[in-house]
């Protein structure tokens, strides 16, 4: 099925807009996003809170939004994405199965607004639901101190997390494009290879990938132990976000 998602609003039933909740809960992980004719604006206002500071190593604070959601028990070790060893759930989720492709084409049409101790991420992850769907596509990734001049370093590929199946296959390439400006970061995921584009130019190709649904993340981040001025507010804007699955016998 086709999914063509302009961020008129933010569906419940399909996104949540709260970063790996379960390692602490829908609120203290909450983004702060606006969702309107224009899409979605992430941003990361000075007065929003750290994200899990008794857990994460160095000061982080997250506007992200994710299309499924789900964990175990509070206590089990059961939830997407553990970021350290001896994370249990602080609170339970609800299991919520909005987006969730296995093999296709997603292009997500994005700009953003970064400061040297910011940065901004589109990327697809296994759910978990078994432990080795845990792999990642990440679909790009940039951060602001590589940001100058009209460049900008674009990370592209693969993490392999604890998926025996897949190996390391990452890069942040220094490229002609200015991110403050609207830009379409694309993979075209099929058995066996995911291929990278931007703007519709191939930037890169991993010969392996994640043979399992992913739900997608779009993120905007803030390290404010990192070099920059405190009082920049980082923001995310995507316009669209597509999926086509693959054609049958592809």
């Known amino acids: 099925m086709v999914f063509d998602e302009r961020f008129g609003r933010l569906d419940p039933a399909v996104w949540t807009a709260s970063y790996l909740p379960a390692w602490s809960s829908r609120d ?9 004719p224009d899409g979605l604006d ?34 089990s070790t059961d939830a997407p994405q553990p970021f350290r060893d001896g994370l249990v759930v602080m609170e339970e989720q609800p299991t919520v199965l909005g987006f969730l492709p296995h093999f296709g084409t997603i292009s997500v049409t994005c700009s953003a607004d970064l400061s040297p101790r910011s940065m901004f991420s589109a990327w697809m992850v296994g759910l978990e639901d078994e432990p080795d769907r845990c792999g990642e596509i990440c679909v790009m990734e940039v951060f602001g101190d590589t940001v100058a001049g009209g460049r900008a370093a674009v990370g592209q590929g693969i ?13 942040a390439v220094p490229l002609d494009i200015d991110i403050a400006q609207s830009h379409t970061y694309a993979v075209h995921w099929r058995p066996g290879a995911v291929e990278f584009s931007i703007d519709g130019v191939a930037t890169r190709v991993a010969n392996q990938a994640p043979d399992y649904p992913m739900f ?8 404010p132990d990192r070099p920059g001025p405190a009082d920049h507010v980082p923001h995310l804007r995507v316009s669209r976000l597509t999926y086509r699955p693959l054609p049958e016998g592809a």
């Not at 203290?28 to 309107?36: H, L, Q, S």
């Not at 997608?216 to 390290?223: I, K």
């Open 28 to 36: 203290a992980a909450a983004a702060t996003f606006e969702a309107g």
């Open 42 to 75: 992430l941003s990361i206002p000075q007065a929003q809170q750290l994200w899990c500071p008794d857990l994460h190593d160095g000061p982080l604070r997250v506007s992200a939004v994710q299309s499924a959601n789900w964990s175990g028990a509070i206590g």
């Open 159 to 171: 993490h392999k997390f604890r998926d025996p199946a897949l190996r390391e296959d990452f890069s």
């Open 216 to 223: 997608l993340t779009l993120g905007v981040f803030d390290f």
